[in-house]
Each structure stands twice: as C-alpha cells, then as structure tokens.
C-alpha cells in the first residue's frame, strides 16, 4: 500500500479565507492518499503582516493559495514565491477575469466584497437564527414560516442539513421522528413550507447509530441500536412520507453539503425556477 504524501498549502487571504478553504479542499480530495497540511493566514492587509507570511512560507515550502486584492501585496508575494520556485494560485482570478470579459467592465478592488452588509447577508443571519430556535422539534407552530421543514429518524443529519441550507438563506427547520411519540398534527397541515422526509438505509444507519454510541462510551444496548427496531422505525417513517406525498431524499451515502443541494434544487422546481 503506497504511503500518504503529505505536503505544506498556505492560504493568504485578506478576507476570512473561506472561498480558499472550500476550493483548496475540493482539489485536494481528488488525489488519493494526500493529506494536505492547511497554514492559515487570514484578513492579511499590510506589508507587515505579509512579510510575517512570506517568513512562515520560506519555512514549511509547499503551495501558495491566496485571494489577496491589494496589487502591491500581490505583486510582492508572487515577486517573493517566484524567486524561491514557489508554485501560486490566485485562486479568484480566473473567475473574475471570465466575468469581467463577459460583462465589459473591469472589476473593483474591493476587500471581501462577499461579506457585504447586504439584504443577503441579514436574510442569511436571520435564516441561520431561525435555524437554531426551529431545530430538533423546537417552536413547531413557527414552522408556518420556514422555507423547508426536515423530517427524519434520529442521526439522518437533520441539523447540518439546515444550518447548511440557512447559510444558503433558506429557513429550514426539523423535527425529529421517534418511535411512540407522534408526530405534532401541524406539520401534516402546513402548506407553503416544503415538507423533505430524509430517508436511510438501515445498514447504514445502524453503522452511524454504533459509532455515536462508541463516540460516547456506551455500551448498553437499546432500540436505538436494534436491528429490528431500527428496521421498524426507518418502514414508519417511510410510510409517513408516503402518505403525505412528501418529496424524499436518500440521505446513507450523501454528504451534508450534497443532501442540501438537492433540497434547493427541489425547492427551486417548486418556486419555478428551473
């Protein structure tokens, strides 16, 4: 079995380095058995704080990501990295050169110009809120004002789900399905919401149920853990769906991010967008 390569990316950005994150880490799982070693430089916004840089670079060479919009911060790193064949990536240069060819306008220099106090930054504050007062069954009469309400047996990523989709500016909340506790009456009436049942396979689901038990040291075994329990609970809660007509997304193989774009794309279908 060939060993892991482990290999040195700095990320320089003058903003929170959330894009350079994201796509650094995209790139990254497409190459098997590396483990990239993340050196993290974030709201980099002075020749002092650069030079501070550049010394950590020198001494772990690896890759240098950066999103830094200031040309003379930019013009020294490149100069610095160059000179000691460093590789750079300005990772949204190409992105901005494609829109700026497009739209026949040159772009501003703006710093984080994405995190602009915008309507879009306070409707996805107020989303991320709404979240967290209407997760796990909380509030359910205020669920008359969400975007998406989730349905699901214990441990199909509900919560993740949500705080991801109000990242998004969706308002989504949950309610969890539990054996012998009913189903608040509400939420089969509710109309503007979209009602998503997240469904799992059992094999699955009792190989995520062991690993939190294990996580937390327990060792009893109850239902929760069951296979035929468990079994009986993911054929309820797939009835439910049924009846209702609910649209219903696989969840055992889907990571969060995956389960949430393909709730938007429902709810864009729904709004008519596409």
């Avoid at 060993?3 to 990316?9: E, K, T």
């Avoid at 200031?70 to 460093?86: A, H, Y």
């Avoid at 602009?116 to 709404?130: G, K, M, P, Q, T």
């Amino acid at each position: 079995m060939r060993l892991a390569i482990y290999f040195n990316v700095h990320l320089v950005s003058d903003s929170t380095g959330e894009t350079l994150n994201a796509v650094m880490r995209a790139a990254a799982a497409q190459f098997d058995r590396t483990i990239p070693l993340e050196h993290n430089y974030y709201l980099v916004r002075s020749e002092r704080q650069l030079d501070r840089v550049m010394a950590e670079i020198e001494a772990a060479p690896g890759v240098v990501w950066y999103t830094i919009s200031d040309e003379n911060l930019r013009r020294k790193l490149e100069q610095f990295c160059r000179q000691r064949g460093i590789q750079t990536l300005p990772v949204l240069d190409p992105s901005i050169h494609m829109l700026s060819r497009h739209l026949g306008i040159a772009a501003s220099e703006r710093i984080a110009g994405q995190h602009a106090l915008n309507e879009d930054y306070f409707r996805r504050i107020s989303a991320i809120d709404f979240a967290l007062n209407h997760d796990d069954g909380q509030n359910v009469t205020g669920l008359v004002d969400a975007d998406v309400v989730l349905l699901g047996v214990s441990r199909t990523s509900k919560t993740p789900t949500c705080v991801y989709l109000a990242n998004r500016g969706v308002k989504a909340g949950n309610i969890p399905l539990v054996p012998g506790i009913p189903l608040p009456s509400l939420v089969e009436e509710l109309e503007v919401p979209m009602v998503v049942g997240l469904k799992i396979g059992v094999e699955r689901l009792l190989q995520i149920r062991n690993q939190r038990l294990r996580s937390l040291n327990e060792v009893s075994k109850t239902d929760y853990v069951d296979e035929e329990a468990v079994r009986a609970e993911v054929t309820e809660a797939s009835r439910l769906f049924q009846r209702n007509k609910w649209p219903v997304i696989d969840v055992s193989r889907r990571s969060v991010e995956e389960t949430a774009a393909a709730i938007l794309n429902k709810l864009n279908e729904r709004r008519g967008f596409v």
